[in-house]
């Protein structure tokens, strides 16, 4: 049973960083996209960051580019995303997810290029 375990939100300050992990356990995903979306109460859930399946490559949000980063720890099966100089308005559930496609450049930006999912880690930012 493949399963996305996300942690490391919680409440900070304006300007301050969070390390969100997300553990996949059940399969590797080494050699697939994985991403970062978030969502808002009563706001669809949208793209944050998305990882190329080589790693080679990254892709953000124009509202976060410059301040979050994604990376990958193939060994360990595991995906971050580094946020720093966080505002109010990154104040969301930030979910994990992952193409079942290997060696497959998709659409990153889209919830559908993704089959997997975390159950999402709160992130709240007070002004």
């Known amino acids: 049973q493949v399963q996305l375990v996300e942690s490391g939100g919680g409440l900070v300050q304006t300007g301050g960083s969070l390390r969100l992990s997300c553990a996949a356990s059940?399969?590797?995903?080494?050699?697939?996209?994985m991403g970062w979306f978030r969502q808002a109460p009563g706001k669809e859930r949208e793209f944050v960051a998305a990882i190329h399946w080589s790693g080679s490559s990254t892709y953000y949000a124009d509202s976060v580019k410059g301040r979050f980063t994604i990376s990958r720890d193939s060994a360990k099966n595991t995906l971050y995303l580094q946020m720093n100089s966080l505002k109010p308005e990154d104040t969301a559930v930030y979910y994990c997810?992952?193409?079942?496609?290997?060696?497959?450049?998709?659409?990153?930006?889209?919830?559908?290029?993704?089959?997997?999912w975390g159950q999402g880690t709160q992130v709240t930012v007070s002004s």
């Open positions: 997810a992952a193409d079942s496609r290997k060696y497959y450049s998709g659409l990153y930006r889209r919830t559908s290029e993704y089959n997997y």
């Open positions: 059940g399969r590797n995903f080494s050699t697939s996209a």
